[in-house]
């Protein structure tokens, strides 16, 4: 078994992105309601991405003991060796990760919130669905989720803050695999 630490499965967060972006256009909304903030917010939520993948590594050796399965930085091996490659994974690691914000807290977190919905219930939907779309490592979704949804309301309910920890922490998975030694 691996865990994988970039773990939202692309494919499904396009398709939610589309859904996601209907409904706010059918709701006389856009993304930019939820895409505002100081650009402090942005650099806070790096940091803060920095410092979760830190954690991830420091962690890894205790995980893949407790769980018997390795730890895979990225889905995107192909990146090792390749600077081209490289560049063009990482255009697609960023992406993927501002579409995951979007649908998260942009869309389930602040639509739970607009019916009514507790702060705490919202985030945790958000973490759900995080956890749902997760491709293996689940409960470590889930608590990146959770985060991730602090960071959203503790953020005035923008997902600045959110996309720029999840690009740190996804650049910086790729990063790992990249410079894995291959054996």
Known sequence: MVLRCDAVRPLVVVALLVVASTWQWLRGKSWRDVAHGPPLAA???????????????????????????????????????????????AAVVVAIAVASELVMRGWIVETVLEFGGHRVLAIAAGALVEALLADGGRPGAAVFGVALGMMYLGAGRSVVAPICARVAFSLGALVLEALRVVG
């Open 43 to 89: 650099v806070l939520g790096a940091v803060a991405g920095v410092v979760a993948l830190s954690l991830a590594v420091v962690t890894t050796p205790l995980v893949e003991r407790i769980t018997d399965a390795a730890v895979q930085w990225s889905t995107y091996p192909v990146v090792r060796g390749s600077v081209a490659s490289f560049s063009a994974v």
